[in-house]
């Protein structure tokens, strides 16, 4: 669902920094809608990071990550050529998979 | 009294599930018990939210908290964490006076720097609590964020 993530991975120095713009409203299930009816809660919950087998984090999120999910880390032993996998899932069941290389 | 969501029931089933997954060698003891987090996301007071993660963290001038002190978008707020202290394994962000205090929770393998960037919603003026996990132990500090327009939609 939704547009393609924004993946940007640049290695260092042996460390490599990865920046990832998520597309996804994030809805907390508090809002009401201009008719008055609440907006149902609707968030990514569940994120996994991969390059190659390896994991490299894995994050769980409530629904107050702000709307389009900004995440930023680094991690070590990647270098340019590699893949930078990004997955998502989220509460209704929805999942979508990035991925990007490093550079 | 008991309440919906954590009846004996529940958190029974939930850790029979754990423990078969253990059992098999699908998850490590270690994993089993940050998996068993993801209801604490629900929970609505900064209290039962620590309690969730393990108990009350240590004071600890190891985490740094980048946030701005006033945040002009409390749907934005830009919210860094770097922790220093060796074998960190878990960051949280927990955000106080949020309708449910905790917000995101990082799993750090082995080769990850313990650094974590991203961006909360803040419903008002209130602490955001790092908490990290490190050797199996729990550590904190925190930084006061003044909003000025409150984040969750009300």
Partial sequence: ?103 | MTTPRTSRRNVLKQGSALAALVACGLLTARQAQAFADASAFELKTMDEALKALGGTPADSKDITITSPDIAENGAVVPVAVTSNLPKTQEIYIVVEKNPNPLTAGFTIPEGTDPFVSTRVKMGQSTNVYAVVKADGKLYSTHKETKVTLGGCGG
């Fill in chain 1, 1 to 103: 669902m939704g547009d393609p993530m924004r993946i940007r991975a640049q290695v260092k120095d042996g460390t490599t920094d990865v920046r990832v713009l998520m597309g996804h409203p994030m809805e907390t299930g508090q809002r009401k809608d201009a008719a008055g009816k609440t907006v149902p809660a609707h968030y990514i919950n569940d994120v996994k990071v991969m390059v190659g087998d390896r994991t490299v984090l894995t994050a769980k999120w409530g629904p107050a990550v702000s709307q389009n999910p900004f995440l930023q880390f680094r991690f070590k032993g990647a270098k340019a050529g590699d893949k930078v996998s990004v997955t998502w899932a989220d509460n209704k069941g929805d999942k979508r998979s990035d991925e990007a290389v490093i550079v």
